[in-house]
Each structure stands twice: as C-alpha cells, then as structure tokens.
C-alpha cells in the first residue's frame, strides 16, 4: 500500500534536547511538507521541499530543521531553540507539477517534559 | 495572500440530521480548496476538493461541498449526520505562490448526539 510514515507515534523530550521525527512516503511524490498542529489551532506551515536537496522556510521554521537527501524521506529535527515544541507534527506530500491535494501521515505527538 | 475562516469551532447536531459547516476563504486567483477531516491522534483524511470544475463538489462519507465566488464560500454539508462523522472538519486553501502549501482554518469540531 502506498502511503505516508511518520515514527514514532508518540516523542517525549527534555528541555534542551534535540529530536528527529521521521517522515517517509512511498507515493512517490516530489513535494513534501511539514506542519505544526496545536489544539484549536488549523495547521501551520514549518519547512517544505519541492525536489531532492532543496527545502524552503515555512510560516514558522525558527527552531526547526530539515533534511532531503532521499525523494521519499524529509526528516524534521525539533532543535532545542524551539521554545514551545509541544505540538502535534504532521508531514505531507504532494505528487509534481499536477498535484493539487495533500496526502497526510499519522502524525507524531511530541511532548516536552 | 490567502486565508480561511470556519466559522463555529464546535458544531452539534443529532444523529439524522442535516450537517452544515462553513468556511469562507479569501484568495486574489481562482482558488483551489479542500476539505479535511481528522479523528482523533491521526492524520488529516481528504473529503473532497474544488479545482475549478463544478461548482458542486462530491467526496467520500456522503459529503459535498459548493464553491460560491460571490460569497467566497466552500461550505461542507451532509443531509443526514451518522455517528461516525463525528470529528474535526478543516476547510484549506492551496497557496497561489510556488509552494503549493496548504493554509488551513482553524477547524470545525462536529458532535453527533444519539
């Protein structure tokens, strides 16, 4: 089946550190994007990348980071200059020049202790 | 820019009734616009999308959707409301620029009362 991953399901991390949450697709789809959720709150954008090697800042990329050095993964790091990590972190994809609708995955609930 | 508003963050209704939630967008082009639902601690699930074809836009679970220039709206709606539709409903607009992202509402959380 084809689809999106994201691991783990649920992160917890202490004050300081920094995290990786995985996100890989099989769809293979050229754009991928990562957006942050908080309770009564739509999703925001944080970093998105249209081809391998090159990714672009979101609406709130300050303490965030990516990588594209796969097609069908983009991992986010959660570095310790976020200083309200605590969210809900979904990623999505998009197939190329034609694709209009986003397809999700699971998400990842990161919680800071 | 873009930007969407969903109005009533929390929408009830009883088991057989008609669902209405709504959302208004602004956009300076043509716009695409989507509907997504999410259960609890999942990922959001596409119900249906307007891409400039009919005005009148079917999608999964028995929801449709009509795109309205005049009034900038894309409200969701659903004749008879099931138990299962219980959850929250987001109403998206694509971005106009390159990258192709998504701005969201903040949600519409739909009860369903037996």
């Known amino acids: 089946d084809g689809g999106i991953t994201q691991s783990p399901k649920y992160l917890f991390r202490k004050e300081g550190q920094n995290v990786t949450l995985s996100c890989e697709q099989n769809l293979n789809h050229d754009a991928m994007y990562w957006y942050r959720q908080d309770p009564g709150q739509g999703l925001r954008l944080i970093y998105y990348s249209q081809i391998v090697n090159d990714f672009q800042k979101g609406d709130i990329a300050e303490g965030y980071s990516v990588s594209r050095e796969k097609k069908e993964s983009f991992p986010l790091t959660v570095t310790s200059a976020q200083k309200n990590p605590t969210a809900f972190y979904l990623c999505?994809?998009?197939?190329?020049?034609?694709?209009?609708?986003?397809?999700f995955g699971p998400g990842t609930r990161l919680t800071v202790l | 820019a873009q930007s969407v508003t969903q109005l009533g963050s929390h929408v009830s209704v009883s088991e057989g009734a008609l669902v209405l939630l709504r959302c208004n967008y602004s956009?300076?082009?043509?716009?695409?616009l989507f509907w997504y639902v999410q259960y609890p601690n999942q990922g959001l699930q596409l119900l249906l999308k307007?891409?400039?074809?009919?005005?009148l836009v079917k999608g999964i679970n028995g929801f449709e959707a009509e795109f309205k220039k005049s009034e900038t709206s894309f409200h969701l709606t659903k004749p008879s409301a099931h138990m299962s539709d219980a959850a929250e409903y987001f109403c998206a607009v694509r971005s106009d620029t390159g990258r192709r992202a998504l701005t969201f509402g903040s949600g519409t959380r739909l009860q369903v009362q037996p």
């Open positions: 307007y891409t400039s074809a009919a005005t």
């Open positions: 956009s300076s082009v043509p716009p695409y």
């Open positions: 999505a994809s998009r197939a190329g020049a034609t694709g209009n609708e986003q397809f």
